[in-house]
């Protein structure tokens, strides 16, 4: 089965620092998400993105937050000037169409000391 | 999106067939019910879709009743590796809104 892939798997920075985290989705898609997962609690939207745009996004996805596809393959989430409060797992995914079931990758862990 | 309300978590033995249900009173028209699993340090992953009556494939049954304002997830002859956390999500499939929005889930915990 195709996959998505996000790196890096783990990623330590400290507060006020501006972190970049990469995700190449499934080929042949064309919607891109990011969500997020706090330990112990639920998995939070962030982001959709579709043609190049955002399609839709979240209150948790305020002006520190920003996406971008700079090439064919990747998509990534900036976190300008990361927080304590951002230390969560970040969840890439992709799906064919907006109707279509998600693709998810493993994940990368981001913890601001 | 319906709001969605799932038992906190569920316990069962090896080899027994597990039932989730989803509470979704608010369901519209054009929502679909879609299943998720999560495993621990991983992305959520599909499990099965379904509008109504049932759908089954080669992990899963989703039962689905006329009103529509619940699905039950069935899991049959649970194993080890199906210990995880699974969501309910419902979504408007025909306005092309993906569900978006996961709930608390269900934690299942699989005993030898």
């Known amino acids: 089965e195709p996959e998505v892939t996000q790196t890096p798997s783990h990623q330590v920075t400290q507060m006020g620092q501006e ?30 993105f579709y043609n190049n745009e955002i399609s839709e996004k979240s209150e948790i996805f305020d002006d520190q937050f920003s996406v971008e596809r700079p090439d064919g393959s990747n998509f990534t989430l900036k976190i300008r000037s990361t927080k304590l409060e951002d230390s969560a797992m970040y969840f890439c995914a992709s799906n064919g169409g907006r109707n279509e079931k998600l693709f998810f990758g493993s994940g990368t862990q981001l913890s601001v000391l | 999106l319906a709001k969605t309300t799932q038992p906190i978590s569920m316990d069962s033995y090896e080899g027994q067939e597990v039932n989730i249900t989803c509470s979704h009173n608010n369901i519209a028209t054009n929502d679909y019910i879609t299943w998720y699993q999560q495993f621990p340090s991983q992305g959520p992953r599909f499990i099965i879709q ?19 304002k619940s699905s039950t997830l069935s899991l049959p002859r649970v194993s080890l590796s199906d210990t995880a956390v699974y969501y309910c999500l419902v979504g408007d499939l025909a306005s092309g ?16």
């Open chain 1, 19 to 48: 972190v970049i985290l990469r995700c190449v989705p499934i080929s042949n898609h064309l919607y891109f998400y990011w969500y997020r997962q706090i330990l112990g609690q639920k998995v939070e939207f962030l982001v959709s």
């Open chain 2, 97 to 112: 809104n993906t569900p978006l929005v996961f709930g608390k889930g269900t934690r299942l915990s699989v005993i030898a």
């Open chain 2, 50 to 68: 379904g509008y109504k009556t049932k759908v089954t494939n080669e992990v899963a049954s989703l039962f689905i009743p006329a009103d529509r």
